[in-house]
């Protein structure tokens, strides 16, 4: 853990924004052979690995850096990662949410039905599907596992199925019936999808029935677990790689759902920062690398002419469907007072944030939905909202005029005083792993200092980041939100109270902890109603309303992923120009960039 102050929060905000194209070239050079060492490194989890060539490889970038337990292989609790490709090409979901075609597409279901009042689903369980030990998946692994979460509340994904599930039953291997407690049009949408990163994962009964699931690690290799349904199994492990080779008698391939994917082994592996990833796939190190700045990707790009980004011209990244704010526990002073909430708000110039955290790349935002067209129709029609809240306005003398009416004085140092004495001081947790959000928070440090707030930077390792925040230790933090795509109700329910829970307990949604008896009805009553209901437009309204008064957190900016492929070994990924999918590979979707993924030469 690393404390920055104002003073070194300039400092470092200038070493983020340029890199050099020798600084990469020098990098690249030490960094390759780094890489081709560590293709060959035998950590203590791994198991002796057979021989497979470069060109029958591929070579994904882990996103969010070293995995802290890498042979905790239970999806369901804290501290498990799924992103290092263990949803990717293991835990197979029931449906994918295509977002360039807007479709649900069947994958482990090839269907579903509903009744009209929207409490009853069907789901129908695709034939011949079969765990990688053999056995058959049937409708018995879906009602064991979601009963499996209800039974056990420190499981994520509990508290969804508790709150909507008030019955399941398989009446045959290939049928699935839920009872709702009430009417979700988003039963299938938001929790068997993949609407963003990944699913509820089902596991095998025949495992799962015989262990403690809140203790059970999942991780034996001489059992062969963990045991998923999906194409490849992981033959090798560390804290910043793991290898997966190829299941040639994937169920998929057996009945013709999908031909067999092509590569022979998958890596992913965590080179370390972003130079020196950049400069391993300039190298032909990494085909696949996560979201990178503008600058080093132009750098990377001149490199190696055979990588791409989504678009071909700027701004290079792809719209990501989660904004990224300042978060503010709304239950600790003095972020528990709305009007310093926004006097926090009028302090932050989004205009200098986009130019020098994201050089360009992407938008400010007044809200927390992403600009998808759906989403954008409905703030048309409240867009005299955001006049009468303007969010987005820069106006650091209205900050200093709300710290003055409330007693703060600053002191000889240009900070200001609170009426009982202390400094007004603000630490913001920052995961360590991920550049973008360190050079918000420094960009967002800088500007607080500016005003009198003495800002701090936490840098923290992603999980006590993620703990301190969900269990409402961090007063500050930045963060994204992923909730909405094509209607309002999710991202709005982020901020229900029902999430709270006593600060030190570990909760799921609504890390800044906003309580609004009034917002909760009408989330309340936006859930219940069919998408596209004309009844949701002036609930919807007044919501937002209440949220903008109550302002839980600050809206930075839209998200941008600007996530580079290399087509030296493999074509196939996924661009604007063959949008067959989305192209964030960090998501459970990934199993269809794979299967499309053919080699170059």
């Known amino acids: 853990m690393a404390e920055f102050s104002g003073g070194a929060a300039g400092r470092d905000s200038e070493q983020f924004q340029d890199l050099t194209r020798r600084d990469l070239l020098k990098a690249g050079a030490v960094i390759s052979a780094a890489v081709a060492a560590s293709t060959l490194a035998v950590p203590a989890f791994a198991q002796a690995l057979r021989p497979v060539p470069r060109e029958r490889t591929v070579i994904f970038d882990i996103d969010g850096g070293r995995v802290a337990a890498p042979d905790l292989w239970n999806p369901f609790v804290p501290g498990a990662r799924r992103d290092h490709g263990f949803h990717q090409c293991m835990i197979e979901p029931l449906f994918i949410l295509n977002y360039e075609t807007g479709q649900i597409e069947p994958w482990l279901c090839k269907g579903y039905e509903v009744n009209e009042d929207l409490t009853e689903w069907v789901f129908f369980v695709r034939e011949g599907v079969k765990w990688a030990d053999g056995m058959p998946f049937t409708g018995q692994d879906i009602v064991f596992t979601i009963n499996m979460l209800k039974n056990n509340p420190r499981l994520g994904g509990s508290a969804d199925m508790n709150k909507w599930v008030a019955d399941v039953q398989s009446g045959d291997p290939g049928t699935v019936w839920f009872k709702l407690t009430e009417p979700n049009p988003r039963f299938v949408l938001d929790f068997f999808a993949v609407k963003i990163w990944g699913s509820i994962p089902i596991v095998p009964k025949h495992i799962w029935e015989n262990v403690d699931p809140v203790t059970f690690k999942n991780y034996d290799p001489a059992r062969g677990w963990p045991v998923f349904t999906g194409p490849y199994r992981v033959v090798k492990i560390s804290e910043s790689e793991f290898v997966y080779d190829r299941r040639d008698d994937w169920w998929a391939a057996q009945t013709g759902f999908q031909p ?342």
């Open 260 to 601: 067999l994917p092509v590569p022979e082994r998958l890596v992913w592996t965590w080179l370390g920062p972003e130079e020196t990833r950049a400069a391993a796939m300039a190298a032909g190190k990494l085909d696949s690398l996560m979201d990178i700045t503008r600058g080093t990707y132009e750098v990377l790009k001149a490199r190696n002419p055979r990588v791409q980004a989504w678009y071909s011209d700027l701004p290079y990244a792809w719209l990501d469907p989660c904004p990224r704010y300042l978060g503010l526990n709304n239950q600790i002073e003095p972020w528990n007072d709305r009007e310093i909430r926004w006097a926090i708000n009028w302090a932050i110039d989004r205009d200098e944030l986009i130019a020098i955290s994201y050089e360009g790349t992407s938008i400010k935002t007044p809200h927390l939905y992403p600009m998808y067209p759906p989403i954008n129709a409905l703030m048309e029609e409240i867009k005299d909202l955001f006049v009468q809240y303007p969010v987005l306005e820069y106006n650091p003398d209205r900050t200093r005029e709300i710290f003055e009416r409330k007693g703060f004085r600053k002191g000889r140092d240009g900070i200001y005083v609170m009426p009982d004495g202390r400094r007004l001081e603000m630490s913001i947790a920052t995961p360590a792993a991920w550049i973008e959000k360190k050079k918000n928070a420094l960009m967002v440090i800088e500007q607080l200092q500016r005003v009198g707030v003495d800002a701090t930077m936490r840098v923290l390792e992603v999980a006590t980041w993620s703990e301190l925040m969900w269990t409402g230790q961090a007063e500050a933090f930045v963060h994204w939100s992923c909730g909405s795509i094509n209607e309002p109700w999710a991202t709005l329910d982020r901020y229900h109270s029902r999430w709270i829970l006593p600060r030190g307990e570990r909760q799921f949604n609504n890390d800044a902890r906003m309580s609004n008896p009034e917002y909760d009805a009408l989330v309340d009553q936006i859930g219940v109603l069919p998408l596209g209901d004309p009844r949701i437009k002036p609930l919807f309204r007044r919501a937002m309303e209440i949220w903008l008064q109550e302002l839980p957190v600050i809206p930075l900016a839209q998200a941008k992923k600007l996530i580079p492929f290399d087509f030296t070994y493999w074509t196939g990924w996924p661009t604007s120009r063959n949008n067959y999918i989305h192209p964030p590979t960090w998501w459970q979707h990934t199993i269809k960039i794979i299967l499309n993924l053919k080699p170059a030469r």
